[in-house]
Nanobody
């Protein structure tokens, strides 16, 4: 079965950090773009970051300079390092894959179950 498993979420205070992991099972991450997405209660899911097969990255404007995504193809894992977290970062975070980071969200597949990130005092 082709799927991702996200982990690393939790409760953190504003200004804190978390590192999310996204492990692929059933397929190789080689040559694939991996996107991180998030969905807050009552909001639409939005793209947070994406890392291409060549390692190039894109970010949502509001997380630039605070979040960083990386990949370890040998471990079939993609990471999202989140620093200087804000209340507005509270959401369920998901990863998914596509052929290219240039494609829209509906072209991403193999969604994981998500991991909850809560930024609170």
């Amino acid at each position: 079965q082709v799927r991702f498993v996200e982990s690393g979420g939790g409760l953190v205070q504003p200004g804190g950090s978390l590192r999310l992991s996204c492990v692929a099972s059933g397929f190789s991450l080689d040559y694939k773009a991996i996107g991180w997405f998030r969905q807050a209660p009552g909001e639409e899911r939005e793209a947070v970051s994406c890392i291409s097969s060549d390692g190039s990255t894109t970010y949502l404007e509001s997380v630039k300079g605070r979040f960083a995504t990386s990949r370890d193809n040998g471990k079939n894992t993609v990471y999202l390092q989140m620093n200087s977290l804000k209340f507005g970062d509270t959401a369920v975070y998901y990863c998914a894959t596509s052929r290219s980071c240039a494609l829209t969200q509906r072209n991403f597949v193999s969604w994981g179950q998500g991991t909850q990130v809560t930024v609170s005092l």
